[in-house]
């Protein structure tokens, strides 16, 4: 529920601030040198680094559970509602949003000219800068499609996803989606 400033040589709290809900994710630095946290409370919210002052600057439609990514002026996030937010820091508006398809617990990530989105449902999308859907990916194996809660993580040309309630415990893909190896533990 709180966000604090710890001065980093005497140790000593700077500001405190309570937002009224949990905040799963870590705060985002912007380009404006402000900190934005999304919350439990469905609210973005920009705090000013030195004084702690803070204000809600966007009202996602469910809970905010990951750090929002920072491009530039912009920032993207998802919320449990499976809505994915790009929000314009310099003008503190809503560029877009979309609804691929489940709850959006991570992080997403930058490869190059677009993001990596995973959803509960199983699905790994990369989404364009502009909001278009590029591709997906249904991460599954020969029984079920396994549930995607964590960020997905490049290596080199593979995107690496480690999903729950499949066989696998990690899998590889390449730049387009489709899967290059998977991870089987030993019996």
């Known amino acids: 529920h709180s966000l604090y400033a710890v001065d980093v040589e005497t140790y000593a709290v700077v500001w405190h601030q309570d937002v009224s809900a949990a ?8 380009p404006d040198g402000r900190l934005y946290v999304g919350s439990l409370a469905s609210q973005l919210e920009q705090f ?3 004084t702690g002052s803070h204000t809600p600057v966007l009202e996602a439609k469910d809970w905010i559970w ?3 990514v920072v491009d530039g002026d912009t920032l993207y996030f998802g ?14 508006t809503l560029n877009w949003s979309i609804q691929p398809d489940g709850a959006i617990t991570a992080a997403a990530i930058l490869q190059n000219d677009h993001l990596l989105l995973a959803t509960e449902s199983g699905n790994l999308y990369a989404i ?4 278009r859907t590029l591709w997906f990916v249904e991460v599954r194996d020969a029984k079920a499609t396994g549930k995607l809660y964590t960020t997905p993580v490049t290596a080199g040309d593979l995107i690496l996803v480690a999903p729950l309630g499949t066989e696998f415990y990690l899998t590889a893909l390449d730049s387009n989606g489709r899967q290059v190896w ?3 533990p030993g019996k």
Not at 80 to 91: A, E, Q, W
Not at 128 to 131: A, F, I, M, S
């Open 23 to 30: 905040i799963p994710g870590s705060p985002a630095v912007g």
């Open 48 to 50: 000013d680094p030195g």
């Open 66 to 68: 990951s750090t929002p």
């Open 79 to 92: 919320d449990l509602k499976g809505n994915f937010y790009s929000f314009d820091t310099t003008n503190s």
């Open 128 to 131: 364009g800068k502009d909001g």
């Open 182 to 184: 998977t991870f089987v």
